[in-house]
């Protein structure tokens, strides 16, 4: 019962005692293009633009000063050159290789596969594996039938930086007088050509598999 009183006796005094002012608006008096940009969730100069000259927003001068927010929060990694898309004049100039992960493991035990890409014709080579250790042996195999077969040399193979391709794979690079092309690491945008291809792969694998009515296993 005290406590209700209490609350009674606080609910009356801030009825009588609080005022209420009449339904205006209190804004600050700057139109300057600065603070519209802080307004607007640090929306562009052009927007700003475009908005003032279409009645929909007053605002004072044109262009806006060099702001650090924007410059942490809207800053974005500069696109990669296509240097890529210039093809090698000659097979087997250069050897596109990358190695995806299935998401499932198939019947056979496999859950990887690693694609061989030429520069020139666009040849896909692509082999499945149980383990990434496997890579090696793929491309040893592939190295001499491919060399017999058109009797030209391999001479360069662009692969990322995945422990597949280190140790044992660089020894068997210089003992053979290949060149290797390493891209920087996070940047797969480097072997674009073999991820686009195992992409590609994908893609065809599930729209198979999704008009045969099977399982991922397979």
């Not at 605002?59 to 093809?87: A, I, M, N, P, W």
């Not at 893609?203 to 198979?208: G, Q, S």
């Amino acid at each position: 019962m005290v406590v209700a009183k209490e609350e009674k006796r606080n609910t009356l005094y801030w009825t009588t005692t609080t005022k209420f002012s009449t339904p205006q608006v209190n804004a600050v008096d700057d139109c300057s293009i600065q603070l519209w940009h802080k307004r607007l969730c640090h929306f562009s100069e052009k927007g700003l633009a475009t908005l003032s000259r279409q009645g929909l927003l007053s605002v004072k001068g044109t262009s806006l000063e060099t702001c650090s927010d924007c410059l942490f929060g809207k800053q974005h990694r500069v696109s990669f050159l296509t240097y890529f898309l210039h093809k090698r004049p000659h097979v087997l100039d250069l050897i596109h290789t990358d190695v995806c992960t299935m998401s499932d493991r198939s019947i056979s035990g496999c859950s990887y596969f690693v694609t061989f890409i030429d520069d020139h014709s666009r040849k896909v080579w692509d082999f499945v594996l149980k383990s990434k250790d496997q890579v090696l042996d793929v491309f040893k195999h592939l190295h001499a039938s491919v060399e017999r077969e058109i009797c030209t040399l391999l001479k360069c193979v662009r692969v990322d930086n995945g422990g597949e391709y280190m140790g044992p794979f660089e020894n068997y690079y210089k003992e053979h007088g290949i060149k290797i092309e390493k891209n920087y690491p996070k940047t797969p945008q480097h072997n674009a050509v073999a991820k686009r291809m195992n992409h590609t792969i994908n893609d065809r694998i599930r729209c198979l598999l999704s008009h045969a009515k099977l399982p991922k296993v397979f």
